[in-house]
């Protein structure tokens, strides 16, 4: 049902439609819209007419309430706008204005009518400058709320890549290394949360397996909090390494990780040791390797542990 | 629950619907008690206890929010943290307070230990109402 005064709004913008639409691209273009390039003037032509159209649309079948179902479409396509801006490094200003600058447009548009009364007389002016004045109320209204809306999809957006680019660094950020034949180590940075655990822990384990580890040293120094899902997981990990026939140690217990542990009642039924050196030092000589001092002279590449 | 001197120099009520919301959690409470002046160890104690109501709120309440206050008694400066949700609450507190008691898989210390994390540590709940835990941390 079209609400009050919004079928003479839809005839309005049926009207003056390519009048808005020139006006409206006009004013993004003299904006500055094209100037980062990362737009073409074709594709933003596109988006706008596709929009204006599905606008028209919305306010033919649903008055001015951005809600109504009728404005689905058109909230769709401004969502699509906003979501590629997001993408594409926009600034929110330059994503705002696709919106707010169709106002000037359609305020002109509503003014016009006013102008093509005057030729009817004093009356039919009243009447047309009491419409417009209604209309263009409704019209702010109806923009503000679908400014917000493409906003919205627009943090959105940035958020997502924000959440993907976390992703992508905290598994970058924790390679298992081999430090010797059989030693693996797995410093463990940041946040222990469940899906990044769950990557890191299957890449430890795998490792065991290719690598036929014996030993493996998971060092939790860049760890700021150790909870009790943080313990449960460190735990599973060195269960499942045990199955697979390594032992695991744990290095890098801060002092005040090591005091909130006991606070909290974990215990990690596991070797720990205060520093990753402490760590591979007890894994050297678990399989049979020690760390000696070299005479400097034939120490042209020094060596750390003598091979059998 | 704020006693007669105690002044709020800063409230902030953070949702907590997902894992990622946990980890915000941790960043608000640590900055906070940070400013606050806590030592490392006090601050590690906070935010620990805050990550295990937190993921409480989150597994056993079905989401919920957290108010973090910046709190002051005199010179003494502190964080005050109120974990709120409107799940299923607890049947049995105490049962729930022991250690090793868990109905999800869990270690069953979270609750016990953010108790003992805390210096202040109040806790409301009731079947079919959700749960209501404050806990405070001071210099
Ligand atoms: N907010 C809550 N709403 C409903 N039940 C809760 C809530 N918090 C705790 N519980 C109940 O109390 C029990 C004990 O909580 P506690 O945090 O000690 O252990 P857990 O969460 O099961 O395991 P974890 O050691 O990993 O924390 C939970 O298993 C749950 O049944
Ligand atoms: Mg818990």
Redesign the interface.
């Known amino acids: 049902m079209a609400q009050n005064g919004s079928g003479g709004l839809a005839q309005t913008v049926a009207e003056h439609q390519d009048e808005i639409l020139s006006e409206w691209l006009a004013l993004q273009v003299s904006g500055g819209a094209l100037q980062s390039g990362r737009i073409k003037e074709a594709e933003l032509r596109t988006q706008c007419r596709t929009f204006l159209d599905l606008l028209r649309d919305g306010l033919e079948q649903g008055g001015t309430d951005p809600e109504a179902p009728a404005f689905g479409r058109a909230k769709e396509v401004l969502a699509e706008v906003s979501r590629s801006r997001g993408m594409q490094g926009f600034t929110p200003t330059e994503t705002a204005a696709f919106v707010f600058s169709l106002k000037r447009p359609m305020f002109n548009a509503l003014n016009r009518t006013i102008e093509a009364a005057a030729g009817e007389g004093g009356g039919a002016v009243r009447a047309a400058s009491a419409a417009t004045a209604r209309d263009t109320w409704d019209v702010t209204l109806l923009l503000d709320q679908l400014g917000l809306h493409a906003m919205e999809v627009f943090m959105k957006a940035r958020e997502d890549i924000i959440a993907r680019q976390g992703r992508e660094i905290s598994e970058l950020s924790t390679p298992v290394v081999k430090l010797w034949d059989g030693v693996l180590a797995l410093p463990l940075i940041g946040t222990l949360d469940s899906e990044r655990t769950q990557v890191v822990m299957e890449s430890l384990l795998q490792t065991i397996v290719d690598q036929s580890a014996e030993i493996a040293i998971i060092d939790i120094t860049g760890v700021p909090t150790v909870d009790t899902l943080t313990a449960q997981h460190l735990l599973k990990t060195v269960a499942a390494a045990r199955l697979m026939g390594a032992d695991c140690i744990v290095s890098g217990i801060r002092p005040q990780i090591a005091q909130t542990m006991v606070h909290l009642g974990v215990e990690l039924d596991v070797t720990s040791k205060a520093t990753l050196a402490d760590a591979f030092r007890v894994a050297l000589t678990r399989i049979g390797r020690a760390v000696v001092k070299a005479p400097r002279a034939e120490a042209a590449a020094p060596v750390a542990a003598r091979r059998r | 629950m704020a006693t007669g001197d105690d002044a709020a120099r800063g409230t902030a009520v953070l949702a907590i619907g997902s894992?990622?919301d946990?980890?915000r959690v941790?960043q608000e409470v640590?900055s906070r008690a940070v400013a606050a002046g806590l030592g490392?160890?006090d601050?590690?104690?906070i935010?620990?206890a805050a990550?295990?109501l937190a993921?409480n709120t989150l597994i056993h309440g079905g989401g919920g929010t957290v108010r973090v206050e910046s709190v002051s008694q005199g010179v003494r400066r502190g964080v005050r943290l109120t974990f709120e949700d409107h799940g299923p609450g607890i049947p049995d507190i105490n049962q729930a307070l022991k250690?090793g008691f868990t109905t999800g898989g869990?270690?069953g210390?979270?609750l016990?230990?953010s108790k003992?994390?805390s210096n202040e540590f109040e806790i409301d709940s009731a079947p079919g109402r959700g749960t209501r835990v404050t806990i405070a941390r001071w210099k």
């Open positions: 894992s990622d946990v980890v941790r640590r490392i160890v601050q590690t104690k935010v620990t990550s295990e993921r250690d869990g270690l210390l979270g016990g230990g003992r994390l």
